[in-house]
């Protein structure tokens, strides 16, 4: 049977809410697609469990104390910590920076910023001593009724620098706020921080010549708070179900392993736990294809190589044969193939790129209407033509090895080098 596009835009549909990290959306999820591997393969799927942060945030507050009284709306910021009941009452000082001189004035006092907060600009803080922060999402257009406020949290990297608590509000108060120059504040901030269960679904077609040469496959199928998450990545988890219906009708000559990720908008989190507990099986993997965003109807299919150089030709010269329209280049792509890279791993990540304007992530506009199928089988027939060469080669002849330049590259992702 063919790739479907009709067949993959049915799929998508089905898995068309809001699937965070940790929480119920994501195991149903999970559970969508596991049911899905079975009715493709007649198999089950392995659902292989993980831990990973949650938070829940029982009470947030932000109040301007001083020269005037006003509560402005907020949400908490994951993983920051606890206030007293009663609250936080502070100095505060808007920053507009994160230079010295910013910095120098911030000490024992409530920090207001704009923006989200990176690692590096979270250790100068710290060290800079405030004793909570407060920061914008958003944009000066949004509207109450189709905006959210984002969810951000901590994570495990910061918390080694420190910990405050921090509230995030909307850029459009914000801007009405900083020029009535308030200063003092309060934040009051409870909420739970530990870990719950996530889980990453495998599946796998042996090989029918080369059983001990595999192929992984990744795709992540959570989402972050709010977004249905069609375009990032419920379209490339589709297309990962249609490759595995591929190989379950046209037997593979190597092994193909499929591997649907749990928490990577939570920092690649289950491709970390899949490499971390399969180490021992790293050696048999040749290559890593992972598939993060595709289907948008006005758009353009793009390859992130990686690896080695050559692999880019590769690819090049067969979109050129095929009259495929698309680019490439070998760069680090924020995604599940970084942990195999890591490991030494080539990865080649597919996307289709959507046109300027034509599509948002992150947020509740994260919509099927900027998708087709039409797009997901043009991107996946493309996959399948690149995927059926490596798979079915004679020699495998991707080698399994890493260029310099992308090791830096990916030490730095991973912040092993700054
Ligand atoms: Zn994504």
């Known amino acids: 049977m063919a790739i479907s596009g009709d067949r993959m835009f049915l799929m998508l549909k089905k898995l068309g809410f809001v699937r965070l990290s940790t929480y119920e959306g ?11 591997v079975k009715s493709i393969t007649g198999c089950d799927a392995t659902i292989e469990p993980f831990m990973a942060p949650h938070y829940e945030i029982k009470k947030v507050k932000f109040e301007i104390t001083a020269p005037f009284a006003e509560t402005i709306e907020a ?9 007293a009941p009663e609250g936080l009452e502070a100095e505060m ?9 910013d910095l120098a004035k911030i000490r024992g006092k409530i920090v207001f910023f704009t923006g989200g907060i990176g690692y590096a600009n979270f250790e100068k803080l710290c060290k800079a001593g405030p004793v909570g922060f407060v920061c914008t999402c958003g944009t000066f257009l949004d509207r109450d009724e189709d905006t959210d406020m984002d969810q951000r949290m901590l994570r495990a990297k910061h918390l080694e620098y420190g910990k405050m608590p921090g509230v995030v509000i909307k850029m459009k108060d914000a801007l009405k706020l900083i020029p009535r120059h308030p200063t003092r504040a ?13 889980q990453n679904v495998i599946c796998e077609v042996k090989g029918s010549e080369f059983p001990d040469e595999v192929i992984v496959y990744t795709a992540h199928y959570d989402s972050v708070e709010y977004s249905e998450g069609y375009f990032d990545n419920g379209s490339g988890s589709v297309m990962l179900l249609e490759m595995l219906r591929h190989y379950t009708e046209n037997p593979p000559k190597r092994t193909v392993r499929f591997i649907w990720c749990g928490s990577e908008e939570r920092g690649l989190l289950g491709s970390k736990d899949y490499v971390t507990k399969h180490e021992a099986e790293l050696d048999a993997i040749r290559l890593c294809i992972n598939i993060d965003m595709a289907g948008p109807i006005l758009g353009k299919d793009a390859a992130v190589i990686t690896g080695e150089e050559s692999l880019c030709h590769a690819i090049s010269f067969l979109y050129k044969e095929l009259g495929h329209s698309m680019s490439v280049e070998q760069n680090t792509y924020s995604s599940d193939s970084i942990p195999f890279a890591d490991k030494g791993i080539p990865g080649v990540n597919f996307m289709r790129r959507a046109a300027q304007g034509s599509s948002l992530i992150h947020c509740r506009h994260d919509v099927i209407d900027i998708l087709s199928g039409e797009s997901l089988e043009y991107t996946t027939n493309f996959v399948r033509e690149f995927s059926d060469r490596v798979v079915n080669a004679c020699f495998f002849p991707i080698p399994k090895k890493m260029p310099d330049n992308m090791v830096d590259k990916i030490d730095k992702y991973l912040l092993k080098k700054k």
């Open 26 to 36: 994501e195991k149903k999820g999970a559970a969508i697609i596991a049911d899905e």
């Open 93 to 101: 000082v808007y920053m507009e920076g994160f230079d010295e001189i």
């Open 186 to 198: 309060r934040i009051t901030l409870e909420q739970t921080e530990g870990e719950a269960e996530s």
């Open 75 to 83: 949400t908490g910021y994951g993983f920051s910590g606890n206030t």
